[in-house]
């Protein structure tokens, strides 16, 4: 873990976080305006996008998916703080991976962050002894600012798990005619550009025949999913096949491993990641002699897409204008609400070492500007040819969603971004 750039005299010995009380470390890098949205349980609200779109899954599941049930828990019952044991070590990430990093992810200390990920609760979900299941949270990763991305947001999970004897390959075979029947594929066009290769391969213990099923399974239930999702929720014409593009990809936790794209206004989005559980994470979860797929969507991004909802805070606004379009419990098209004026600020700074990490720029102009912040881009980095000091300016663009901003108002705040800047990050304010 690389240190964080606090001070440590500017850090309290504990922070409360849902009613309890942990210590902090110099590892501790999770923000007020972060700890603000944990009560939140958007994933729960009925009227909300996020809850109607989990409940559309859910459903669709326990239709189509499959002979047998998803079980689907409530995230109430799983804290979103985990060890870094569930979000990454049981699920055998290697030491070094950039996801561990305070740069990426949120730590109350070093022994406790908030998920990454809802695969941090697969091996819990596994050992609960369901073969199937959904699970559906809000997860944290630190990121950049714009209309597309928030430090926190909704992934679902879904698995399903068959044992490898005569029994459970005759249901694995059932779940492929059942699933295969469910799935109209003439309104489908599938790109398959996934092959088994050294660099996605079987895992050794698996038996290829086998698995080659349960990918199969996997592929027909996903596809069956966007279907239904982008094709009769979405009200696309019939008229026009729906594309989706299979194309390999890297999990610690899965091997092979895949990414889905959809083919949407013009443009290949990547929705979900998913492939073959691996045995360990299995074994962790006490589950024997079975095998199976996993999947993780990201919520918001079908949403917008569904809803044509053009900026992802607005999942988290309190405004009627929002709220009372999904009331009736459908993804309708969203309807916008006027625009209200932006206005840009610079924030320019001589750093006071080789660098800063960009992340802790906007976790800072989070904490001064919540929700009023639209996005904030880097426009200048150059180092003065005489003492070799670097320069940095970010544009920060402010603009609320339900109101008009006063020049006060957002000075007000920009004087904050300029002092917070200094004394978290040691920049000097140009
Ligand atoms: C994962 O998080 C894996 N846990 C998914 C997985 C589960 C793979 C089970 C295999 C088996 P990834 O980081 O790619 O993978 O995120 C999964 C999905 O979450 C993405 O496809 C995207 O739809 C959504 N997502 C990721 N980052 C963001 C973001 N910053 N904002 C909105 N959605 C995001
Ligand atoms: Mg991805």
């Not at 290829?208 to 009200?235: C, H, M, T, W, Y």
């Not at 607005?314 to 209200?340: I, V």
């Not at 960009?358 to 929700?371: E, I, K, S, W």
Request: charged residues 25%; aromatic residues 10%.
């Amino acid at each position: 873990l690389r240190r964080s750039l606090a001070a440590p005299t500017s850090r309290p010995p504990s922070i409360e976080i849902l009613g309890g009380t942990y210590p902090t470390d110099e590892t501790t890098n999770i923000t007020p305006s972060i700890i603000s949205k944990l009560p939140e349980r958007l994933y729960s609200r009925p009227g909300h996008p996020i809850h109607i779109l989990k409940s559309l899954i859910e459903s669709h599941f326990n239709q189509h998916g499959a002979p047998s049930t998803f079980h689907c828990p409530s995230a109430d019952s799983f804290s979103p703080l985990v060890t870094p044991k569930q979000n990454f070590d049981d699920l055998s990430f290697p030491s070094d991976h950039p996801g561990r990093s305070l740069q990426d992810s949120y730590y109350v200390n070093r022994d406790l962050l908030l998920r990454t990920h809802t695969s941090a609760h697969e091996v819990e979900l596994f050992a609960s002894g369901h073969n199937s299941w959904l699970f559906t949270s809000d997860v944290y990763r630190r990121d950049e600012i714009d209309a597309s991305h928030y430090p926190v947001f909704h992934q679902m999970e879904g698995a399903s798990v068959f044992s490898t004897n005569v029994t459970g390959m005759k249901d694995l075979v059932d779940n492929i005619e059942y699933t295969r029947y469910a799935t109209d594929q003439k309104d489908l066009e599938i790109e398959d550009l996934t092959v088994i290769n050294d660099e996605n391969p079987y895992q050794l213990d698996h038996d290829p025949e086998q698995v080659d099923l349960v990918i199969e399974s996997l592929k027909l239930s996903i596809n069956g999913l966007l279907l239904k999702l982008f094709r009769d929720a979405a009200g696309v014409s019939r008229a026009d096949p729906l594309r989706v593009r299979w194309i390999p990809a890297y999990f610690p936790f899965t091997t092979p491993s895949y990414e889905v794209e959809v083919f949407f206004n013009g443009k290949w989005l990547e929705i979900l990641g998913c492939g073959v559980v691996q045995d360990a994470t299995l074994q962790h979860a006490n589950v024997k002699n079975k095998l199976g797929w996993a999947f993780g969507l990201g919520l918001e991004r079908i949403a917008m897409i569904l809803t044509s909802i053009p900026d992802i805070r607005l999942f988290w606004s309190k405004d009627h204008r929002f709220l009372s379009q999904f009331s009736s419990g459908n993804l309708t098209k969203f309807q916008p609400y006027s625009k209200y004026p932006a206005c840009y600020k610079d924030l320019s700074f001589w750093l006071p070492g080789p660098t800063v990490e960009h992340n802790d720029v906007f976790d800072l102009v989070r904490d001064c500007a919540g929700d009023l912040v639209e996005n904030v881009e880097l426009i200048d980095d150059f180092i003065h040819p005489k003492n070799q000091k670097r320069s940095l300016c970010f544009r920060i663009n402010y603009r609320s969603m339900d109101r008009s901003l006063s020049n006060e108002e957002v000075n007000e705040i920009h004087t904050r971004v300029a002092s917070l800047s200094k004394d978290r990050l040691g920049v000097e304010i140009r």
